[in-house]
């Protein structure tokens, strides 16, 4: 009864899925595209670039957005050298998703959108691509999903599994609909014993604990040495400290620059200060908010051979984000200053960028508990609090050098839940 009334609302709710589409295609055009993928409807294949005459069901990784689309570059590779033999579907949520997917796996993968959570929309998605198994990541739980893939006699893995005690508290309120789904889970491999915890109180009957995914990243080293050239000509120019607010969220920006300038005001004294927003379709938004403030801007995107150092730089372009933590000398991790979880600090501790984050963390609460008990991370409850700390390690080359490197160490001890899902998934393989 409670899934035909989750159908029902599904229905009811099917126009303002393209109202939803359409309201976001006026910032991202892309959100125009593929409209028949959303409901199933594919125009491809499986692809089998480097696999001539391949006709085997493929393994398909489903990852909602750009970060969880990065995160499975471990998986990939690992899962590549695993089973050549198969051809590679990866599905997404978003334009930014696929963008990025076709970047760094297009070359030897099947990208397509994966439909919304309509019963008929799933079968016909898996119908037609006929995937081995399905791994999907971090915690995306769509019931007809699991339902219809459980019927189809398709094992689907959760891996990389994580659940605040926040949203195990919403789930909970409709466990009538998430608990029967959960338990269609062939296995759940969760970050930490927590998220374990609370996946198994959910529903999930195959439960184990695997680490994050997030600590096996491995970053290009043209990348890293490009942030590196680019600290070489700042410094060279300005002779400034750098400090990064990394991954901002929408409102982030505009608390973090009030409080910028009143602790520096324009002093030729201010460090010298990088933005990069996560969301590529708020740039524009966040360069008029810099300028807004009478700062002088410089934007990535329009830097051609020479790097002018301006009072803030406006990190707008994808792909680079290693390179500006391999730049600066201090990292504060957006999505932690307003209560959106965190964005992913792992990666500049793995490149020894000291990360200061704020009271925020609940996506990341495992690995934010490690962080600061090995001294990785420092966190404070206001910006003032923090940008006082970013001060202090600015002017203390020792205390800014050893959280450095306890950030490597701290990034390379927790390493391995790749592996540890490779172990899992051989049986589906």
Same mark, same amino acid.
């Given at each position: 009864?409670?899934?035909?009334?989750?159908?029902?609302?599904?229905?009811?709710?099917? &126009?303002?899925?393209?109202?939803?589409?359409?309201?976001?295609?006026?910032?991202?055009?892309?959100?125009?595209?593929?409209?028949?993928?959303?409901?199933?409807?594919?125009?491809?294949?499986?692809?089998?670039?480097?696999?001539?005459?391949?006709?085997?069901?493929?393994?398909?990784?489903?990852?909602?957005?750009?970060?969880?689309?990065?995160?499975?570059?471990?998986?990939?590779?690992?899962?590549?050298?695993?089973?050549?033999?198969?051809?590679?579907?990866?599905?997404?949520?978003?334009?930014?998703?696929?963008?990025?997917?076709?970047?760094?796996?297009?070359?030897?993968?099947?990208?397509?959108?994966?439909?919304?959570?309509?019963?008929?929309?799933?079968?016909?998605?898996?119908?037609?691509?006929?995937?081995?198994? =399905?791994?999907?990541?971090?915690?995306?739980?769509? &019931?007809?999903?699991?339902?219809?893939?459980?019927?189809?006699?398709? &094992?689907?893995?959760? +891996?990389?599994?994580?659940?605040?005690? +926040?949203?195990?508290?919403?789930?909970?309120?409709?466990?009538?609909?998430?608990?029967?789904?959960?338990?269609?889970?062939?296995?759940?491999?969760?970050?930490?014993?927590?998220?374990?915890?609370?996946?198994?109180?959910?529903?999930?009957?195959?439960?184990?604990?695997?680490?994050?995914?997030?600590?096996?990243?491995?970053?290009?080293?043209?990348?890293?040495?490009?942030?590196?050239?680019?600290?070489? +000509?700042?410094?060279?120019?300005?002779?400034?400290?750098?400090?990064?607010?990394?991954?901002?969220?929408? =409102?982030?920006?505009? +608390?973090?620059?009030?409080?910028?300038?009143?602790?520096?005001?324009?002093?030729?004294?201010?460090?010298?200060?990088?933005?990069?927003?996560?969301?590529?379709?708020?740039?524009?938004?966040?360069?008029?908010?810099?300028?807004?403030? =009478?700062?002088?801007?410089?934007?990535?995107?329009?830097?051609?051979?020479?790097?002018?150092?301006?009072?803030?730089?406006?990190?707008?372009?994808?792909?680079?984000?290693?390179?500006?933590?391999?730049?600066?000398?201090?990292?504060?991790?957006?999505?932690?200053?307003?209560?959106?979880?965190?964005?992913?600090?792992?990666?500049?501790?793995?490149?020894?960028?000291?990360?200061? %984050?704020? &009271?925020?963390?609940?996506?990341?609460?495992?690995?934010?508990?490690?962080?600061?008990?090995?001294?990785?991370?420092?966190?404070?409850?206001?910006?003032?609090?923090?940008?006082?700390?970013?001060?202090?390690?600015? %002017?203390?080359?020792?205390?800014?050098?050893?959280?450095?490197?306890?950030?490597?160490?701290?990034?390379?001890?927790?390493?391995?839940?790749?592996?540890?899902?490779?172990?899992?998934?051989?049986?589906?393989?």
């Amino acid at each position: 009864m409670v899934r035909w009334a989750y159908r029902l609302l599904l229905w009811l709710g099917f &126009p303002l899925i393209w109202l939803y589409l359409l309201k976001r295609s006026k910032k991202q055009p892309a959100y125009r595209q593929f409209w028949g993928e959303r409901l199933g409807y594919y125009a491809v294949g499986i692809d089998e670039k480097d696999l001539q005459g391949n006709t085997l069901r493929p393994i398909w990784l489903h990852a909602v957005s750009v970060g969880e689309m990065r995160a499975c570059a471990p998986i990939i590779q690992a899962l590549r050298r695993a089973a050549p033999h198969r051809p590679l579907l990866l599905t997404c949520m978003t334009p930014t998703g696929r963008e990025t997917a076709q970047a760094l796996f297009g070359d030897f993968s099947t990208i397509v959108y994966l439909p919304y959570d309509y019963p008929a929309a799933i079968r016909r998605f898996l119908q037609h691509f006929r995937p081995q198994c =399905g791994v999907v990541m971090e915690t995306e739980i769509w &019931p007809n999903l699991l339902h219809e893939s459980a019927a189809a006699k398709i &094992p689907l893995v959760l +891996a990389n599994a994580r659940l605040s005690a +926040a949203s195990f508290r919403a789930y909970q309120r409709i466990s009538a609909l998430i608990a029967p789904a959960m338990a269609k889970w062939s296995l759940v491999l969760a970050q930490a014993p927590a998220d374990a915890e609370r996946l198994a109180a959910l529903g999930a009957r195959a439960t184990k604990v695997m680490g994050s995914v997030k600590f096996d990243h491995s970053n290009n080293a043209a990348i890293i040495a490009r942030g590196q050239a680019w600290r070489a +000509a700042l410094l060279q120019q300005a002779n400034r400290p750098l400090v990064l607010l990394a991954s901002s969220r929408e =409102g982030e920006e505009a +608390a973090f620059l009030a409080q910028w300038q009143s602790m520096y005001g324009q002093t030729a004294a201010a460090p010298l200060l990088i933005i990069v927003p996560r969301h590529p379709q708020r740039f524009d938004a966040v360069a008029d908010l810099i300028r807004s403030h =009478g700062l002088a801007l410089q934007r990535r995107s329009q830097w051609q051979q020479d790097i002018v150092a301006a009072e803030v730089i406006l990190g707008d372009s994808m792909g680079e984000m290693a390179a500006w933590f391999a730049a600066s000398d201090v990292c504060i991790m957006g999505g932690s200053l307003l209560p959106f979880g965190s964005q992913n600090f792992i990666e500049a501790c793995a490149l020894g960028c000291p990360v200061l %984050l704020g &009271p925020h963390t609940f996506n990341f609460a495992a690995a934010t508990a490690a962080a600061l008990a090995e001294g990785a991370a420092w966190q404070g409850q206001t910006l003032g609090e923090i940008l006082d700390k970013t001060q202090q390690l600015l %002017l203390d080359d020792t205390a800014r050098q050893a959280m450095s490197a306890a950030g490597v160490e701290f990034a390379n001890a927790h390493r391995g839940a790749t592996a540890r899902l490779l172990d899992e998934l051989t049986t589906y393989l």
